[in-house]
């Protein structure tokens, strides 16, 4: 493992230095010379590909197939959110036009999306390229128009400098300023910290645990000049297994859980950590087969040590908790640093009055509620944290029937999947990743998806300015083709 | 001046419960219902014009022309964003369809905004009705789909209770929800503090001072569960005198700026506090022109005795800052609780050196800076704290010959306004009314115009729904004929 040493306070004084002269360079680029900047970072990526997926299966322990898939859907996403930059729609241009023969006279008042300032971006360890140094938050803040510092992850510091070079050579070869991208390195949480509460940063991606994503916006409130933080901290994932769907097809579902609750050791943010039904033969024909499953399951080597022992530790503290069975475990003993599939129970009755058994237990571990009957569903749903996704196992009947469960699932998550599991997080527009707290500190955006850009963002009303001297995006003829509101209706022209 | 009794923690906590109760039919309510509920609310506040006018008068001694136009304002408020509510562009609702032919199969993805929950909102002292009850914080709460919760602001508590009826009124007239709006009495800060804690609150709207603002947000990032805040907190609005521009109207400018610093005696957030010029004959002939002007205004009564207090204090204050002159005070003296038109002056290195300089003097007071140079007037805009507003006075060859003065307002403010005043916010989608920190707590929105409503919502995806059960916004055929992003085009099909 090669080491890294944390950045000084005279280090990180003067990247933050560079990056604002960067920004005041950047802010002026276009969005074909932002779009173009990130282009340039995919094809590189795709590039160094062979090379940096064997720096993170060495460092991450992910198999080859998912970091080749990761990095694939890495440049996807870069690509992606490159068009939508060029596209404009998230700029939110809306242009009232003046009309001087009112009393008193309107003025001509402009408006886009202007970024923040620079980012810093905290990268997950369970995704070295998609939520790390050239992934989600790196592309929506370069999107937005604001120079961007990761802060490497220590379980992924080759990785993440690989990436880095790449991200510096591509802004070398689109002639970008220095100080655009910067990489720094910190095991510990000083330099995180310092970064959050550089006067310089005007905003933070993060995506990790509650307790690392909780620290920043706490910091970042506390500033002299708060700044928004947008921290994904993870989530349990109900998913609600309604009666006439589960009495169809228990042993399908069992089989697709066992899979879902397992893929990549479990270390997904969508991993479904709890699966509600009623207390019937049809839920005990589940539980029973996705006990079957999971046994089967090999345990296999997780992220790195420190999320190996946090698992076992969190495991364990679920499974000696009162009224709480252990269902199944997987069959082969587990090495060193892997995580043991494992399935446990409870009734509704014990999660209603067990708080931890509400707490995420980030590796391949479900807990499976019985509720009594369907009120008591509505009961453990009405006192659901704030999550990412949530999903429903549901004819349309049972959709039907069942109206204030719906409702008030929509109510505390940021997705609802009906009859499909919570992980795979498809990257378009449409998609939302980020829910009510604790799932987010901020529920308003989500951090995939173009609209993450808006994140960096903020607006800049332009009043009575001459034609020529505002931004091509406002000017009159609409130069760039893009969409705007004009006097309210939404035009091409 | 009628007295009203602070509302108890009890009593908090039954408003808060209702509000809750509420919120959990209102959010079903369709677009068009909420609409209804909003303009039936302008209807209503219309048809009390007379009395709720002269019961401001005599709780702000704000004059009659100044409320009628406010109320009028406000109604109109109401009316647009329930315009814009019914539009439906605010949901941006995006759908990505299905592609199962893919590897892995894409699921149908769809999304709109939906309703945080109750929202909390303070009104401000010196606008009664556009900021205060029945204002924009309260239109954009409902329009988004939340029910509201009105502190009363303690200076004008019978005008808050004419209008707050008026709302329940509408809301009956409506069949909305019992606790769809509360209105709570409180002096102090306690009753405020627990309706920003109380757990069923979910954002927060508030016009007013720093002081109040910034405990209002700290407050809710110390929640268990912290909530946005969205508080807009005054500003000193710099105007930037360009040479050419100067030079062809130095006294026009004076005597537009003299009624600019004095409107409602100053009393607006974007009063505009600071003046910058560079000294020469021309910025002197303008000192003088302004200081003439100011002269000859006569004092007027303040919304409130403790705003007249602090005005005298702060004005005090300022004007005994070393190297501080002043230019010129209304000859006519003033009575108990009124304000003193006030102009100031001081170098651009003045400024730069006393932090003091930088604040709102919130009343009829602007400090002129004199700096040597261009640079220094660089120099000073780059000192600049967050704005609601920055105004330039500038032909546009200043325009082009400043390109970094240009730049540099563009990332300290809102709204950049050439040639005018920053009073009088219009209100249109176009408009911006928000800044960076320490104009407001979030400078990602607006809280006027109806992009404000988005303040109040947030993202829910629907994964893989039965068309039939979607919300009609998101529905196969687009029902509600609204604009949506469809596989990435806008179109209204």
Redesign the interface.
Known sequence: MHTFKDATEVEINRVMEQSWAAF?VY??CSLRQRAGFIRTIATELGSISASVVAAAMQETNLPEARLKNELTRTIFQLNNYAGACE?G?WL?V???TAIPERT?P??D???LL?P??PVVVFGASNFPFAYSTAGGDTACALAAGCPVIVKAHPAHAQTSGMVAEVIIKAARQSKMPDGIFAHVYGAGFEVGKSLVMHTHTKAVGFTGSYTGGKAL??WA?QRK????VFAEMGSTNPVYLLPEKLSQSPIEQAKLYAGSITLSTGQFCTNPGLIIGIDNADLQKFITALGREIEQVPPSTMLHPGIAKAFAANRSRALMQDQVNTVAIAQQPPEDNQGIPTIASATGQAFLNNPVLHQEVFGPYSLVIRCKDMDEMIAVAKRME?QLTTTLIAT?TD??NNRVL??TV??S????????VPT?V?V?????H?G???AT??????SVGA?GI??F??????????N??LPDELKDGNPLGI?R?VN?E?TKV
């Open positions: 005041e802010r002026t596209q729609n939110e809306r242009i009232d008193p309107k003025p008042l402009r408006k202007v923040l300032g916006f706490d409130a000049e708060p700044i928004p704030g349309e959709m039907r719906m409702e929509k109510n998550c940021g997705r609802i999947i009906i009859n499909g795979g498809e378009c527009l449409s998609m939302q980020g009510p707290f604790p500190t901020d529920a308003r955006f989500t609209d808006k994140r963002a903020r607006p800049l009303c332009f009043q009575n300015w001459p020529s001297l969409w509101t309210n939404l």
